[in-house]
């Protein structure tokens, strides 16, 4: 599989996105679910590059109706993209947005890149061969929760899930240095993997928004599962916990 062409597809991606004109709004189901025109040229854009990278595998992707995931994808390559993560950002010209691509290989995090055009911070992971930031060695933080900062996600749009998103972040603050909401779940997991942050939740995201990133942090030495301790599915909606080295068990704040 050659990274280096796909990391040369993300880029030109984050290139569209940096220099798009003001972005002309579109809305989807769902509290503040927008879309944007750009969103949907990234993501034809990566499709036609990455199919002659790999002609053979599937996609799944945030904005063209293939959002669901299927049998097919669970066997052999399947690309699982999220052209704009951080579309809201992007709207509002607050930073950061990324460009998030995944490979599953029969059902399994194979390959995931995570580019923030804004910081031209190129995030890389092969499953078993380390997470890297711009082809240096990255490593999660061995601080304690205590010295560290957490990030967490809104779950937007999932109005049902404020309350408890609430709940947990109130229970969380006193554990840790403090808490931040960037606007983009991969690069939240992408802080969690560079050392920034110790620790990153959401109470549900999507496989687009956690595909490439879950595995760029799980290769930093992060652990990763969902609210109630299970292993990550890689195969739809989920809540995550995505901890540092330091931060050795699930905190207090997840348990009812
Ligand atoms: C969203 C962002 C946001 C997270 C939401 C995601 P989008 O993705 O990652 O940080 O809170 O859960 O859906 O809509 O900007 O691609
Ligand atoms: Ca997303
Ligand atoms: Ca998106």
Known sequence: MDI???????????????????PQVME????????????EKIQAFLIEKLKEVVPEASFLGEEDGQDV???????????????????SNFIYAYRPSVVSI??????????GVVYNPYDDMMFTAVTGQGAYLNGERIMSSELPLSDSLSVFGTAPYYT???DKTF??????????????????AAWDMCCVAMGRCGL?????????????????????????????????SYKGATSVICSARGVREIPDCFKN
């Open 200 to 232: 990153y939740y959401e109470l549900r995201i999507q496989l687009w928004d956690y595909a490439a990133a879950a595995l760029i942090a799980s290769e930093a030495g992060c652990t990763l599962t969902d609210v109630s301790g299970n292993p990550l």
């Open 28 to 39: 989807k189901e769902g509290h503040a679910n927008f879309c944007t025109e750009t969103d």
């Open 160 to 162: 049902e899930l404020q």
């Open 69 to 87: 995931f299927t049998d097919k994808m669970s066997q052999g390559y399947c690309f699982v993209l999220d052209p704009i993560d951080g579309t």
């Open 102 to 111: 995944a490979l599953l290989k029969d059902g399994k995090a194979y390959m």
């Open 4 to 22: 280096e062409r796909i990391k040369l597809i993300a880029r030109e991606a984050g290139e569209i996105m940096l220099t798009a004109v003001r």
């Open 167 to 184: 709940e947990i972040a109130k229970k969380l603050l006193p554990l840790c240095v403090d808490l931040r909401r960037s606007g983009t």
